[in-house]
């Protein structure tokens, strides 16, 4: 699976996977007609646009992959900016989200609890918030581990690079189209989603996480991060 200008794209072969047939079936689909395709320049090997292999699934009344299923699918907007926050919740409720806006670092705080998005929109100029440190809690958070980042800037380019350093997993400039943004965060909904490690086993005596055998003292980076940055008001 890969993007093509943002849109996630399938090849005839993970196709044939996902619906434990031949990959010549899927060709034979392509080539009558009955899923949409398009052709490679010179090798002529056939992709196919996720959204046309949903169609093709709902047409024949065939099952959607889990990770292609379109509810629920939550996206949870961190924007200050009530207008553009309205506007990208309409735009992503479109394509079959379930968006929901905070607007400011203390509301997203509590938000990512109540949530459990699949994805983040963070605007990572927002006044009185530290978009690095609202990056950093997440990675820093167990069970906000496998969620994805799209951060959003109006901010230097230097701004968006140091999102990424962070753990953003993509950036856009603003401004920007919303149906751009639609298509990264759809992208960042069906990507494969990274192993999570299993948290560490605790000590009985002091409460601490072992390692080797050993209790090691440890401040939490996540408790202190989220009292610094979602504290605000």
Known sequence: ?????????????????????????????????????????????????????????????????????????????????????????????????EATIAP?????????????????VLDFGMRGIEGVEVLRYIRATERLKEVRVLAISALPREELEAARKAGADDTLAKPFDTDVLAEKVEALATAPRPKVRPAPRLDPATGQPRKRGRPRKVVSEAVRIASSVFGRR
């Open 1 to 97: 699976m890969y993007e093509r200008v943002n849109k996630v794209v399938l090849t005839t072969g993970q196709i044939a996977q996902y619906l434990g047939v031949n990959f010549r079936t899927v060709i034979r689909w392509i080539q009558r007609g009955e899923l949409k395709a398009f052709q490679l320049p010179g090798r002529g090997d056939n992709r196919v646009e996720l959204e046309n292999f949903i169609a093709f699934l709902e047409a024949n009344s065939l099952p959607i992959p889990e990770q292609f299923r379109k509810t629920p699918r939550p996206v949870l907007i961190v924007e200050e900016d009530a207008s553009i926050a309205k506007l990208l919740e309409r735009r992503l409720k479109k394509k079959g989200f």
């Open 104 to 120: 400011d670092g203390f509301r997203a705080g509590t938000l990512l609890g109540e949530v459990n998005p699949s994805v983040v």
